[in-house]
């Protein structure tokens, strides 16, 4: 059978109008969830903060699930406070394993906003609510550049001033993704953390006196089997994630 989609297939022209169509089309979609908070008078609420939150999100984030969840991870609990960080992890961890995108830890945070503060709604039918909301807001942006970019793409690729501008912003990513490993690193590790302010820096502290000695534990096993052993990734998560519950269990059964 012929391919769907191959190197015959033709391409698509870019035309201006046929952008001005995509970005009417979703942009309009976009714009649906806010209207129907306007008409049922959610424009203080819970729900109004997800929806603008999580668009801004998708506006100005890039480089890949791990670059957003370092963003979307400080706002939600530091700024937000929908989630403490030890919820954060588990919404993670959550994500990790499961088959689709990382991304859709989104849905998991606005679950947990939307069910604190449900509005009119029961907690879960508020929590179903926000998780909707959150996943529509977050996805739909994405669609409105697919569309609106992707006749130009290869045109783009051609502009030598473009592309170097994308490989400095593929090194900045790697920063970003650095950030996130140490904020859930500090959040995994340590009980208690200050920020330590200096002019335009804040940076977290943790206090040594809290750290959890099995999650140290497992982190230094981890680094062994990785970069030592070289097992796999699935083989040292199964290994950790078993040793992790049975130190749980056997600290709660002596506490």
Not at 7 to 26: E, G, N, Y
Request: proline residues 5%; neutral net charge.
């Amino acid at each position: 059978l012929p391919a769907v989609i191959d190197s015959h297939t033709p391409d698509k022209v870019a035309t201006f109008i046929s952008a001005a169509q995509a970005t009417a089309l979703w942009s309009a979609l976009w714009a649906l969830p806010f209207l129907i908070l306007l008409a049922v008078g959610g424009t203080h609420s819970a729900y109004q903060d997800i929806a603008t939150f999580f668009s801004k999100m998708a506006a100005v984030t890039f480089g890949g699930a791990y670059a957003v969840l370092a963003y979307v991870a400080q706002q939600t609990v530091d700024h937000y406070h929908w989630l403490q960080p030890g919820e954060m992890l588990d919404g993670l961890g959550l994500a990790e394993t499961t088959p689709g995108p990382l991304i859709l830890v989104l849905t998991f945070v606005g679950f947990m906003a939307a069910y604190r503060s449900p509005g009119a709604f029961t907690p879960l039918a508020g929590g179903v609510a926000g998780a909707i909301l959150t996943t529509w807001v977050a996805f739909v942006p994405c669609f409105l550049w697919i569309f609106l970019g992707a006749p130009w793409v290869e045109r783009l690729r051609q502009n030598k001033a473009l592309s170097g501008a994308l490989a400095a912003i593929s090194a900045a990513v790697t920063g970003v993704i650095l950030n996130l490993a140490v904020w859930f690193g500090l959040h995994t590790l340590f009980g208690r953390l200050r920020t330590v302010s200096a002019g335009p820096l804040h940076l977290l502290w943790p206090d040594g006196a809290s750290i959890d000695p099995v999650a140290l534990a497992l982190t230094l096993l981890a680094a062994l089997m990785l970069f030592r052993l070289k097992w796999g990734t699935f083989k040292t998560l199964g290994v950790c994630a078993v040793l992790g519950l049975g130190a749980r269990y056997v600290l709660s059964f002596w506490a």
